[in-house]
Structure formats: structure tokens, C-alpha cells
């Protein structure tokens, strides 16, 4: 028969055992309170645009004051127009529109993306220099400092004057007052993110049929994220421009941009005066005609030697936005 002390006994130590087995097991995984703050962080969903109100919010008279007024083209993915588009833009003769600058580097993704973190509650607001009562650092040595920041609008100027340093400061050495860039990368969160920094920026979205697209640009090997994400499949090609196109619908407004159809630039669909007085800047209309060399030259140009598996995988990712936009296989 057991004794009362002994079962004591033997309730601790199975209590004991079950505290050291979960001490043992958080030790692993992290503790209930981490997982739980863990999880309700990663459904924030942080975005650029996001972080932008939440500065507008906190800091509403932080702005940018940038008079710069750069040309910002938005290519949905490759072989959709925006080489054509840069040219056309470029045979003004007041203007550089860069090409895919280091595109690699990933440099406006990177510079954007710490921006994220910025909520209406990060960072505290005693953590930022400029609401300190005692900025003076001889004042803070006796005071709680390890987390002190520079104030939001060194932020922003600091942003702005990398870019600016790089492209325009580029530019106006080759005698150009205006300046851009001609991306197939970025998001309508980087579109938000540039017009954050130059308020008087113009956007052009551009989107090509994703089966000519494809097509175009079967046999190629190229990265949406250098050396994580690269495109050379169909999927890969598919699920690039779809996140891209849903994107520059929803949002092109949000920033005064043109949604502009690849199909109308060619077949001259495309108001050019319209897209000149949007730009504020005359273009040459004969180069729409002129055809140059590409990266691409390489590669086939027939449509049949795609194989039909491929693009029917190419379907299932576009659709319904492909039919939505009248793109049929």
C-alpha cells in the first residue's frame, strides 16, 4: 500500500518532471508569450505604404520638399515595351532614364524595406532625439539611452539624398536637368515608396499580353531577387507578372501614374500628346518605328517553339487577370 508521503512524493517529482520537460521543450521552440507575439507580428503584413501613413499620422508636417520631377517607368516583368518606352522618352533630349540600375543590388527594394517597421507605435516616441526635453548628450549621459534615435525627417532627407545623389547628381553632370528609371522589378509598394521621396515624380506603368511576353522571353534566365528568386519557368515568369499587374491596377492611382496597354503603344492606340503633357516634355513619334537591338536577339522569335505545356502552365498562373485584361492563349 502506498503511503500519503510517499504519493506526495511522487506528485512532486512528476511535477518537477513536467516543469524540466517544458523548460526543455521552450528551450527549443521559445516560450508560449515569444510564439504568440511571434505570430501576431507576422499577421501585420508590413508595407511600405503602410509605414508611409503611419509617419503621415505621427509626423504630419514631415514632408518632402523635393522639386525634382523624375520619371519613374513600372514594366510588368520582361519583354512587355519598357526599353521601347525608355527610348521613346529619352529621344527627348532633356532627360536619362537609367536601366535597370544595378539590378542585382536590389537598391530601391533595400533602401524601402526598412521602412517597414515604422508604426503608429515604432518607434517610441521617446526614442527619437528631437522629443527628448534634454537633447544636450552631456544632459542624456545619466538618463535611459539605448534606444535614441535621429528624428523621422533625417530619415526621410537621407533617403532622398542617396537617390538623388546617384541619379540626378548623374544626370545634370551630362548636362540633363531631368533624370528616371526603367524598371521590370518593382511593386506598386516601391511606387509609393518614390513618390514618398519625390512628390512630384511621374509614374508609367507599363503590362504586356503575358503569352506574347513569355514567349518573348522563353529561354532566358533572369532574377525578380538576386541570387534567391530567379525566372525560368513559366510559373516563375506567370506569378511575376501577375503580382506586378494586380498591383499597378489597384494602386497607379495612388501615386497619378498612367496604366499604359503595351498593344497600344505599338499599334498607335496610345495618345502620345496626352502621355507628352503628362510628362511635361516632347518625344520623337517616329521612333516607335525604329527597331534596335536587344539582350534578346539571341533567342528565338518563334512563337511555335515555346512548347504548348509550358504555356498552358503559363495560363493556369495568369488567370483570371489575363482573360480580365483580354489576353487569350
Known amino acids: 500500500m502506498v503511503s500519503k508521503n510517499s504519493f506526495l512524493a511522487n506528485a512532486l ?3 518537477a518532471i513536467v516543469r524540466e520537460s517544458k523548460s526543455l521543450y521552450e528551450s527549443y521552440i521559445g516560450t508560449s508569450y515569444a510564439r504568440k507575439r511571434h505570430a501576431r507580428e507576422k499577421q501585420l503584413n508590413p508595407t511600405v505604404e503602410k509605414a508611409i501613413q503611419a509617419i503621415q499620422r505621427r509626423f504630419p508636417d514631415i514632408k518632402s520638399d523635393c522639386e525634382s520631377s523624375p520619371i519613374f517607368i513600372f514594366s510588368a516583368g520582361w519583354r512587355s515595351g519598357s526599353t521601347l518606352l525608355q527610348r521613346l522618352i529619352m529621344s527627348s533630349g532633356n532627360i536619362i532614364i537609367w536601366g535597370e540600375p544595378y539590378s542585382y543590388s536590389g537598391l530601391i527594394n533595400h533602401l524601402s524595406i526598412p521602412l ?3 508604426t503608429d507605435k515604432y518607434p517610441h516616441s521617446n526614442w527619437l532625439i528631437g522629443n527628448r526635453s534634454n537633447p544636450n548628450p552631456s544632459e542624456l549621459a545619466d538618463k535611459w539611452i539605448a534606444n535614441l534615435y535621429p528624428d523621422i525627417s533625417y530619415l526621410l532627407e537621407s533617403h532622398l539624398n542617396f537617390l538623388r545623389n546617384l541619379f540626378e547628381r548623374s544626370a ?3 548636362g540633363l536637368e531631368r ?3 526603367k524598371e521590370v522589378r518593382l511593386t506598386i509598394d516601391h ?3 518614390l513618390n514618398w521621396l519625390f512628390p512630384k515624380a511621374k509614374f508609367i506603368f507599363l503590362y504586356r499580353n503575358p503569352y506574347k511576353a513569355y514567349q518573348s522571353y522563353h529561354g532566358s534566365y533572369w532574377y525578380t531577387e538576386w541570387p534567391l528568386n530567379p525566372v525560368y519557368t513559366p510559373r516563375q515568369f506567370g ?3 501577375k503580382s506586378l ?3 499597378y491596377m489597384a494602386g497607379y492611382q495612388k501615386v497619378n501614374g498612367m496604366f499604359v496597354k503595351y498593344e497600344d503603344l505599338c499599334n498607335g492606340n496610345l495618345d502620345i500628346s496626352h502621355l507628352e503633357e503628362f510628362l511635361e516634355l516632347k518625344v520623337e513619334r517616329d521612333l516607335l518605328k525604329v ?3 536587344s539582350s534578346h536577339d539571341r533567342q528565338t522569335k518563334n512563337p511555335n517553339k515555346v512548347p504548348l505545356a509550358e504555356m498552358r502552365l503559363l495560363k493556369q498562373t495568369v488567370e483570371p487577370l489575363a482573360s480580365q485584361l483580354n489576353y487569350k492563349l
Open 116 to 118: 517597414k517597421a515604422i
Open 13 to 15: 517529482n512528476l511535477k
Open 291 to 293: 527597331k534596335v537591338g
Open 172 to 174: 545634370r553632370e551630362r
Open 191 to 193: 511606387a509609393i515608396y
Open 179 to 181: 533624370w528616371g528609371i
Open 239 to 241: 506569378e511575376h507578372w
Open 245 to 247: 499587374v494586380e498591383g
